[in-house]
């Protein structure tokens, strides 16, 4: 995992390949808005 990454794209891409992580998917949602 790569959440660390400074691409959106790329954190957007591996937080959708973790079903299990639904908290980071949020964050990553309001990091990207």
């Known amino acids: 995992m790569a959440i ?3 691409d959106p ?3 957007v891409l591996t937080v959708e390949a973790e079903p299990e992580a ?4 949020s964050a990553t949602r309001r990091t990207c808005q």
């Open 4 to 6: 660390e990454s400074a």
């Open 9 to 11: 794209a790329v954190l």
């Open 22 to 25: 639904p908290v980071a998917k």
